[in-house]
């Protein structure tokens, strides 16, 4: 409800399933949606969120997968360093340059890790600290049981934002310019 925070898992996947919902309207049988509605989740105090897992994606690349009160990240990507971004790329809510230091998401840009680097993001939501993967067995193959689930019904469609978009940029009509 109102005047209330949530700290339950979400994705910009579930805003149009959820405005659906809101509106009493049934999506087309034909058509596959990838967010869940968060109707209960706002409206009720103690609803859970609809979500066990997500799956995080740079392109056609699974980057990291969340689940639960961690996420795992088999790859990273290479970010800008974050401070001078703001400071001189990103003035006046125009991007002035990358927050990337590529936006390929193969390449020399990202870093693959094996084992994959397990963060506890709900004691560090920045992801500073990866917890050791040796203790974390029992969690990584449960992880790797949900990406072969995941990969199983997964069904690749073709890009609709194109690579490399301006306007898609961080920082893009955040603030006045």
Known sequence: GAGRVSQELASTMDIFQTVIDFAGIDPPENLTLDGKS????LLLANATSPHAVLFHYCSSRLMAV???PYKVHFVTQKLADVNKYAQTDCVQGSPKGEIFAGWACFGK???AHDPPLIFNVEEDASEEYAL????YAGLLSEVEEAVQKHNA???PA???LGSNNPALQPCKNIMPG
């Not at 968060?38 to 989740?41: I, M």
């Not at 050791?132 to 203790?135: I, R």
């Open 38 to 41: 968060l109707k209960n989740v």
């Open 153 to 155: 019904g997964l069904k």
């Open 66 to 68: 969340r689940y639960g």
């Open 158 to 160: 073709p890009p609709q």
């Open 132 to 135: 050791p993967a040796a203790e």
């Open 109 to 111: 840009t990202t870093t």
